[in-house]
Structures are given as C-alpha cells and as structure tokens.
T-cell receptor, first 111, second 110 residues
Framework: SQTIHQWPATLVQPVGSPLSLECTVE??????LYWYRQAAGRGLQLLFY??????ISSEVPQNLSASRPQDRQFILSSKKLLLSDSGFYLC??????????FGSGTRLTVV | RKEVEQDPGPFNVPEGATVAFNCTYS??????FFWYRQDCRKEPKLLMS???SGNEDGRFTAQLNRASQYISLLIRDSKLSDSATYLC???????????FGTGTRLKVLA
C-alpha cells in the first residue's frame, strides 16, 4: 500500500532563517506530488506541484522553492523565512483522478 | 468569484440530525469532485468521491448537479464524531491540480 511521510511535525524558526521540509512517498512510482499551505483559519493554498523528477510548477509567487531530486521525494525550501510563511504545510500525492492523499503536515511558526 | 465556494458555517446540529452542505464551482469543465474531512490541526482525508449519478457511503450521500455547478454532501443520523470541517474539492480534466474550498465547519452537539 502507498504511504506518504512528511517531517518534521512542528517547527519554530526565526525570521530570516532557512527552511527545508521533506516529503517521501512509498509504494508507488511516478506520483504527482504537491505542496500546500494552510494559514490559520484559511483554506488550502497550492504552492507547487510536480509531475516528474526535476519538473516543478509554481502556483504562487513567494520566497519558497521546491525540488524533486528523486521520483518519490519532494522538498520545500526557503533561503530566508518571513513571518507570513507561518502555517500548516501539507505534502500530498495523487495518481490519476482519484483525489489526493496527504501527509500528516508540518506546523511552521516563524518568530 | 472563487473557483470553489462553500458556506463556512459553523453548522451546529444535535446528534441524530440530518445536515446538508452545498459547494459551488465556477469552471464548467470540472470533471472530478470530492469531499474531504479535516479534523482540527490534522491533515485532510478523503471522505468520498462524487459521481455523476450520485453515490452513498453509509450515512453519507453525495450529489452532483452539473447544470447548476454544485455538489452536495448529506449526513444522516449525525454523530459527535462527525464534528469536523468538510472540504469540497474540484479538479478539471487535463490538469493536475485540485482546487479546495475553504471548508464548512460542522459541530454535532450532544
């Protein structure tokens, strides 16, 4: 069966510090991978998606970036965090039109 | 106009009640529809897909109205454990993206 792992679960980072969140998927090949952010009391905002290794599409201009160095690995990064980057970051995978499966999320607080 | 719109609620209902949520979408080319459930401070989880002919899963019934561009979720015999936020999700054929509504919050009261 397919599983998705996302870590860390919580993170507190100072403004201006770098960020690296990692997501890996097991039990499937060539999944579509996604990064979403959910700000407090808000809806899910699609940040990046990837349909293959090295293929990244950005949905929202921001100081975040994403990379997919391996088929089942998706990384979200920032060189310098802003206060507005705080939120609940969710990685998800899909295979065809069957909906998403989400990781357990990372709750990021920038202080 | 937002691509997917939901009434944010909250809907406060007593145990055993029947409650219905609607969701409207703006893109008439949308092809795939889902309802997700999100518990507080947790990730969203797929509740059910929504099929053109409507579908049922236990106490949950989903309907699609393409002409009016809305989908609905009916919950019968509400349980305390149904308290959560329900997210409407829409995808357009040929894209890899799923668009989420902001969710409808349900509180089932004892």
């Amino acid at each position: 069966s397919q599983t998705i792992h996302q870590w860390p679960a919580t993170l507190v980072q100072p403004v201006g510090s770098p960020l690296s969140l990692e997501c890996t998927v097991e039990g499937t090949s060539n999944p579509n991978l996604y990064w979403y952010r959910q700000a407090a009391g808000r809806g899910l905002q699609l940040l990046f998606y990837s349909v293959g290794i090295g293929q990244i599409s950005s949905e929202v201009p921001q100081n975040l970036s994403a990379s997919r160095p391996q088929d089942r690995q998706f990384i979200l990064s920032s060189k310098k965090l802003l206060l507005s980057d705080s939120g609940f970051y969710l990685c998800a995978w899909s295979f065809g039109p069957r909906g998403y499966t989400f990781g357990s999320g990372t709750r990021l607080t920038v202080v | 106009r937002k691509e997917v719109e939901q009434d944010p609620g909250p809907f406060n209902v007593p145990e055993g009640a029947t409650v219905a949520f609607n969701c409207t979408y703006s893109n008439s080319a949308s092809q795939s529809f889902f309802w997700y459930r999100q518990d507080c401070r947790k990730e969203p989880k797929l509740l059910m897909s929504v099929y053109s002919s409507g579908n049922e899963d236990g106490r949950f019934t989903a309907q699609l109205n393409r002409a009016s561009q809305y989908i609905s979720l009916l919950i019968r015999d509400s349980k305390l454990s149904d308290s959560a936020t329900y997210l409407c999700v829409v995808s357009t054929s040929g894209t890899y993206k799923y668009i989420f509504g902001t969710g409808t919050r349900l509180k089932v009261l004892a």
